[in-house]
């Protein structure tokens, strides 16, 4: 309990020196965010980031100053991928950041989590609420490939899916550099056989996974960050313009995971 208490100080003290303008007299801004709450609930993801999982950041000091954009490879079943980057960056960047991850539609809808993850920072993942934050400065976290990625199962690890356009749109409309990140263990953590899509329907989920595991594996986890890539191009650009760019990053997040895949020692270590 020392160690979450240690914590939960430490969490109120880096979320306490950020600045957040957009907050109405009940403590929320408009997406329902309330940082006062977040060190509370997010206490116990520190102490899986920093204890559990035991997160190692590789290059985070290639991070600009000022607003970007981090986009990443998503791996794992279940997002802990996006609490671990969230996480590294509110606790082990130097200056902390508040990333604001897009999340997928079905998530709100989910008795709890949903709204936990509202109070917490998080947003669903439509151009307006990204274009909304975007223009107040705040950094972002976007998967391109959205279900696709996490809901692989074991036999396809670290295979990179295909992206889709739309945060490339974004980062040009918004003159963003684009941070590419490639997360190395959540595979390991919590392996699935395979998906049963319609048990997902019945739960309101893209697909249910057969875990080969009940509970998360402590699998440690790396994160290996990659330069800044700026893109000069209009949002509106046609695709054959756009998806070379698209390409461009998913390719160096590809390289970054191979890269953190051969250079670990083991899969718990």
């Known amino acids: 309990m020392n160690k979450i208490r240690e914590l939960r100080n430490t969490l109120r003290e880096r979320v306490n020196s950020l600045q957040q303008p957009d907050l109405n007299e009940f403590g929320q801004d408009p997406f329902g965010f309330e940082p ?16 559990y999982f035991r997160t190692l950041n590789h290059g985070l000091e290639r991070l600009p100053d000022g607003p970007f954009m981090v986009v990443s490879n998503h791996t794992g079943q279940i997002p802990i991928d996006a609490g671990m980057i969230f996480m590294s960056l509110l ?43 975007l223009s107040r400065g705040q950094s972002l976290l976007i998967f391109p490939e ?19 356009q739309g945060f490339l749109r974004l980062a040009v409309a918004h003159g963003l550099p684009i941070v590419p990140v490639a997360v190395v263990g959540c595979e390991e953590m919590l392996p699935s056989a395979g ?24 699998a440690r986890l790396h994160l290996h960050w990659g330069d800044p890539m700026v893109f000069e191009a209009r949002p509106d650009d046609d695709d054959e313009i756009i998806e070379p760019m698209v390409n461009e990053v998913r390719e160096r997040i590809i390289e970054l995971v191979e890269h953190g895949l051969s250079a670990r020692t083991g899969v718990f270590d």
């Open 36 to 51: 006062a709450f977040l060190p509370k609930a997010a206490c116990y993801l520190a102490y899986l980031y920093k204890n």
């Open 91 to 133: 606790l082990d960047k130097p200056k902390p950041l508040l990333l604001r991850a897009m999340v997928d539609h079905f998530v709100g809808g989910i008795p709890f989590v949903g709204n936990l993850l509202d109070r917490c920072g998080q947003v669903a993942g439509t151009p307006e609420n990204a274009d909304y934050l």
């Open 195 to 218: 998906n049963i899509k319609w048990l997902g329907r019945m739960f309101g989920l893209p697909q249910m996974p057969m875990l080969m595991t009940p509970l998360p594996l402590p």
């Open 146 to 164: 959205g279900t696709r990625g996490i809901n692989k199962p074991y036999s396809q690890a670290y295979e990179v899916q295909e992206f889709g």
